[in-house]
């Protein structure tokens, strides 16, 4: 535990420092910029700044009060290990999100840990990339609502939040180097609208720079990405840090918006800043920027250090770990087991639990449910019998004598439930999967049971999606478990008798193959690039607009009851603005949770746009009989796409339909919105397209009477490939006698009434 060295309060530090500051030297401002330590950045008493403590997060807190690494090597002290992103992103409720922001954020502070590092908001672009087990979904929307959530209780508790990994960080082979090539509109509607809500309505203390490039440019060194989106569209005004070892130029990074360099030391480039800074390369202003922003971090006041309820935790851990886990398949009614039914719990996952990932978020949890431990003791209370095989080994190799015996358990059993699913060293930070594949000692051990079986339920644990197919007919049900956190193992046997009525859904598709997903063609990429050639159509947005078929779609999860939705209404409440209105009834025997999922639909509009995308969604809990009434705002955003030209968020004029769906495949009930959409009006040159002549709304027909062609007998073929020409070139092939005077005044209408500008520009 690490104590802080100033015992005055934030302010009168700040009070006492604001004369001296001044006359502190820049070089000494400058070494502010690094860190001193793996977790703790620079001091500097004289201007009241004191070190900053940062720990790992986002699901358990890492803090290392012994030796120091980012690859958890050694050992980090003790703490409530709670469900992982994935599992988060599957609860689909910003409660649960808001939960375990706040119990971490207790021990944070309990620890005295001013930053920490979480969450992970990254769109899950590949089910390959080995860290999706610490993001949310494919879908900016959910992350951006559970992210910020997240954060607004973390901070409530004291500590502050560090949002990553900023930007486009999607994949993790050469993650360090690899330049995400990606267009303007898709970076805005898909990588980039979770991190603008956690900054826009939580306000987290930090961001932190990914390491990859973006369009060559790498994130940490960015200006357009730190400087002028995040602090001046979004109005961020905390601090940037890069991701630990992320900086290459540190003079690049400073004058690009990147204020603390982590882990600084002997990794540190303080040196290069003070060597700018005698170049005339770096301000001393520059600086003082940066450090300021490190004074208001520091100036965060934690509160008085307190007892941690670990067992309380414990508790909670469990509770959300039930939230999260989705039923992707129960025929034949197999799930909830009953009492008196004889079990045979199968697989080494059963024993040995895999509940959170690999690499620099892995924590050491303080105790840990064993699944079988745990359905043994619901199985006890209700008179169920369990038997056990471990069935496979976790090393991998084939064991024929260990399939057989899991066999022999299954022939004596009423249902039998196969435990598989991924080792860390299959997935982890730091390495992409090559395969969504089970290891194929799994799927042999799943098949023989099935066929042994009366009954075989397949509950699986893995960071990222994994193929069901080869085995998904010769089951009856399926619970995707994900990782679930150290209380995984109690909340999966209360799904399995009943005690808890499952209600995840899925936040990411699970495909039928690897070969159909969107990203496969351009993951991870080659030679220092990768092309993110899907444009928008990330996810769900592809396979529904495609009407490509899936295993099973985003937004799928089964429940033990069965709920009816209920006559939709929409109604519109700005030019561009409407809210949703739906009931929702329990109509089975069982309470039960139900997510509203909302979408909306258009084609209206220059570009091409997904069949329909998430715009908003509601987690209700029902008892039998009961029915909700749920409200779904819809803000402007929800109707808008990024207009490159414009530089700005467009709603087109147009129908736009709003949809309740089951899932993204799956619509409800829907009404239709007609929105009168947005004025377009670009600035035109000679060099603009003369289609982009013709639809501009102030001189579209006057271009045409100005070409001639206003009434002239030309076909569609024809005036297709006019369109297609800038004006320049029209005017060049075209033989027509065309007035320059004319034209130059339909562009001075383009700009308003403002002058032409000379032909030099």
């Known amino acids: 535990m690490t104590d802080h060295p100033f015992e005055e309060s934030a302010g009168e530090q700040n009070a006492h420092a604001s ?5 502190v030297p820049a070089e000494r401002k400058a070494a502010l910029l690094s860190g001193r330590t793996f977790w703790e950045t620079e001091s500097l008493e004289e201007a009241g700044i004191r070190p900053v403590v940062m720990a790992d997060g986002p699901y358990g807190l890492r803090h290392q009060s012994g030796r120091h690494d980012n690859l958890a090597l050694f050992e980090s002290d003790p703490a409530t290990c709670f469900p992982p992103g994935v599992a988060i992103g599957s609860s689909w409720d910003p409660g649960t999100a808001a939960r375990l922001g706040s119990a971490l954020g207790k021990e944070a502070a309990a620890r005295r840990i001013d930053v920490v590092l979480g969450p992970g908001v990254n769109i899950k672009r590949s089910p390959l990339c080995g860290r999706n087990f610490e993001y949310y979904s494919e879908d900016p929307h959910i992350s951006g609502v559970l992210g910020a959530a997240f954060v607004r209780s973390l901070q409530a508790e004291g500590p502050g939040a560090s949002v990553k990994h900023f930007a486009v960080n999607n994949q993790e082979t050469n993650r360090q180097t690899i330049s995400a090539d990606v267009d303007e509109r898709t970076l805005r509607e898909i990588y980039l609208p979770a991190f603008e809500q956690v900054v826009t309505q939580a306000r987290p203390a930090t961001v932190m720079s990914s390491y990859n490039k973006i369009n060559g440019v790498y994130a940490s060194e960015n200006r357009w990405l730190l400087t002028e989106l995040l602090r001046g569209e979004w109005g961020f005004d905390g601090l940037v840090v890069s991701d630990w070892s992320a900086v290459t130029d540190r003079v690049a990074a400073l004058k690009a918006g990147l204020d603390l360099e982590m882990p600084g030391g002997d990794m540190g480039h303080d040196a290069d800043v003070i060597e700018a800074l005698r170049a005339g390369a770096v301000t001393e202003e520059d600086i003082d920027a940066a450090v300021a922003r490190l004074r208001t971090l520091a100036a965060r006041e934690l509160p008085a250090g307190g007892d941690v309820d670990y ?24 799930l909830p087991i009953r009492g008196g039914a004889h079990v045979a719990v199968i697989g080494a996952f059963a024993e040995h639990p895999r509940y959170q990932g690999g690499g620099s978020a892995h924590v050491n949890a303080i105790r840990v449910d064993q699944p079988l431990e745990e359905i043994r003791a619901i199985a006890d209370e209700i008179g169920a019998m369990v038997a056990y095989a471990q069935g496979f080994a976790l090393d991998g190799p084939e064991n024929e004598e260990l399939r057989e015996e899991a066999i022999q358990t299954a022939l004596d059993a009423d249902v039998a439930v196969v435990f598989a699913g991924l080792t860390e060293a299959r997935e982890s930070e730091g390495i992409d999967r090559e395969t969504i594949g089970l290891p194929a000692d799994q799927v042999k051990l799943i098949r023989a049971v099935a066929a042994a079986a009366r009954r075989t339920v397949v509950v699986l644990s893995n960071g990222g999606v994994v193929s069901l197919e080869g085995w998904h007919d010769e089951v009856d049900a ?13 909340a999966i046997a209360e799904i399995l008798f009943g005690r808890v009525n499952p209600s995840g859904r899925l936040a990411e598709t699970i495909p039928l193959r690897l070969e159909d997903h969107p990203s496969w063609l351009n993951f991870p990429g080659e030679q220092g690039h990768v092309r993110y050639g899907e444009g928008v159509l990330v996810g769900y947005r592809y396979f529904t607009t495609a009407d490509a078929p899936v295993r099973y779609p985003f937004g799928h999860g089964l429940s033990y009851t069965a709920f009816e939705t209920g006559d939709l209404v929409v109604e519109q409440t700005g030019p561009d603005s409407a809210v949703a209105q739906v009931r929702v009834t329990n109509t089975g025997d069982r309470a039960g949770k139900h997510v509203v999922q909302v979408y909306v639909s258009t084609g209206a509009g220059p570009v091409r746009r997904p069949l329909r995308e998430l715009r908003g969604f509601a987690k209700v809990a029902l008892q039998p009989g009961e029915t909700a009434a749920v409200e779904i705002e819809l803000p402007r955003r ?16 147009g129908e736009h339909r709003v949809q309740v769906c089951a899932d993204a495949a799956t619509v409800l009930a829907e009404a239709a919105l007609i929105l009168e959409g947005d004025r377009v009006a670009i600035e035109l040159t000679l060099d603009t397209p003369v289609g982009a002549w013709f639809e501009h709304p102030d ?15 030309i076909t569609e073929e024809q005036l297709a490939m006019v369109a297609s020409m800038t004006m320049r070139q029209f005017i060049g092939i075209s033989g027509l006698d065309i007035s320059t005077d004319a034209l130059e005044e339909l562009m001075d209408v383009s700009r308003g009434g403002r002058p032409a500008p000379s032909p030099a520009g």
């Open 478 to 490: 399926i619970l995707e478990g994900f990782l679930l956190g150290q209380g995984g193992g109690h």
């Open 638 to 653: 929800a109707f808008a796409y990024w207009n490159v030209a414009a530089q700005d968020w467009v709603v087109a004029g």
């Open 311 to 334: 067992d309380a935790h414990h508790e909670l851990a469990r509770e959300l770990a039930a939230e999260c886990a989705v039923l992707l398949r129960n025929e034949h009614g197999v």
């Open 19 to 23: 004369s001296s500051f001044s006359e």
């Open 699 to 713: 001189v579209g027909a006057r271009t045409k009477r100005t070409l001639g062609l206003e009434g002239a007998p």
